[in-house]
């Protein structure tokens, strides 16, 4: 029997979906990291939280695990979830990679990849989104809107 995934729908704030690719921007030629959480249950994201890279490299990312067991900590006694799990990519497209899709721990979350491959910081970037649940990598479709 073949089931075939629901696209979702991010809807995101233009704040929120700019300081995203503000991040991105600022962290190339690094791969830059971060969460947006929002209330459990609302698929609904709220708070940026940018992160560092602890692997600071240009071609994979790693949250540090202390600044991770913080976080969710923090969202816990928030009643908070990771809505949106971010990442850029340098050098290639905005899909996830091998790596990104074997690293996908949240199945609820919305995975975007921000790719400042052809960027100079003032140029085109792309933005997408995309649920991965075992292993399987559905592109979400992307509202940004100026106010929930």
Same mark, same amino acid.
């Given at each position: 029997?073949?089931?075939? +995934? =629901?696209?979702?729908?991010? =809807?995101?704030?233009? +704040?929120? *979906?700019?300081?995203?690719?503000? *991040?991105?921007?600022?962290? *190339?030629?690094?791969?830059?990291?971060?969460?947006? +959480?929002?209330?459990?249950?609302?698929?609904?994201?709220?708070?940026?939280?940018?992160?560092?890279?602890?692997?600071?490299?240009? =071609?994979?990312?790693?949250?540090?695990?202390?600044?991770?067991?913080?976080?969710?900590?923090?969202?816990?006694?928030?009643?908070?979830?990771?809505?949106?799990?971010? $990442?850029? $990519?340098?050098?290639? $497209?905005?899909?996830?990679?091998?790596?990104?899709?074997?690293?996908?721990?949240?199945?609820?979350? *919305?995975?975007?990849?921000?790719?400042?491959?052809?960027?100079?910081?003032?140029?085109?970037?792309?933005?997408?989104?995309? =649920?991965?649940?075992?292993?399987?990598?559905?592109?979400?479709?992307?509202?940004?809107?100026? +106010?929930?």
């Amino acid at each position: 029997m073949l089931i075939l +995934a =629901t696209m979702r729908t991010l =809807t995101i704030t233009r +704040a929120l *979906h700019d300081q995203i690719v503000a *991040h991105a921007r600022k962290d *190339h030629p690094d791969e830059a990291c971060g969460v947006i +959480a929002g209330p459990a249950g609302t698929d609904r994201p709220e708070r940026f939280v940018p992160m560092l890279n602890a692997a600071m490299s240009p =071609t994979f990312y790693e949250f540090d695990s202390g600044d991770l067991l913080r976080l969710y900590r923090e969202m816990d006694d928030r009643d908070e979830e990771p809505v949106v799990v971010y $990442h850029s $990519h340098t050098a290639t $497209h905005a899909y996830p990679s091998r790596t990104d899709i074997s690293y996908a721990n949240e199945p609820g979350a *919305h995975y975007v990849l921000v790719s400042t491959a052809d960027t100079d910081g003032l140029g085109e970037f792309q933005f997408r989104s995309f =649920t991965i649940v075992d292993g399987e990598v559905t592109e979400d479709e992307v509202r940004v809107v100026e +106010a929930y």
